[in-house]
């Protein structure tokens, strides 16, 4: 069993930055690839960001690519959603997951969540 905690949420003016952890309880970065999915409300949840151990991939979604950065520390056992650039439509619930080896865009191919960190961006 993997557990996986977010912080780092927050409120933060359009154009501002953010940056998101998502501590997992044992190591698994070496392993699993590690993605942040959003859900803004009243929408499907999206996947944003992944970051594959296996081969070192990194994948965004079009809207956040040149803003947002995903990375690691192995040594900590935690991933990072820098986020810069932000904007309103940014706001959501963001959420950290993993699933073995590599990267996917479904949230059923997923096999591990955190509980969510909510992102608010005002204009």
């Known amino acids: 069993e993997v557990q996986l905690v977010e912080s780092g949420g927050g409120l933060v003016q359009a154009g501002g930055s953010l940056r998101l952890s998502c501590a997992a309880s044992?190591?698994?970065?070496?392993?699993?690839?590690i993605g942040w999915f959003r859900q803004a409300p009243g929408k499907e949840r999206e996947a944003v960001s992944c970051?594959?151990?296996?081969?070192?991939?990194?994948d965004y979604v079009d809207s956040v690519k040149g803003r947002f950065t995903i990375d690691s520390d192995n040594a900590k056992n935690t991933m990072y959603l820098q986020m810069s650039s932000l904007k309103p439509e940014d706001t959501a619930v963001y959420y950290c997951?993993?699933?073995?080896?590599?990267?996917?865009?479904?949230?059923?191919?997923?096999?591990?969540w955190g509980q969510g960190t909510q992102v608010t961006v005002s204009s």
């Open positions: 970051i594959s151990s296996r081969d070192g991939r990194t």
């Open positions: 997951t993993a699933r073995r080896d590599f990267c996917s865009a479904y949230r059923s191919n997923y096999n591990y």
């Open positions: 044992r190591f698994i970065l070496g392993r699993y690839a």
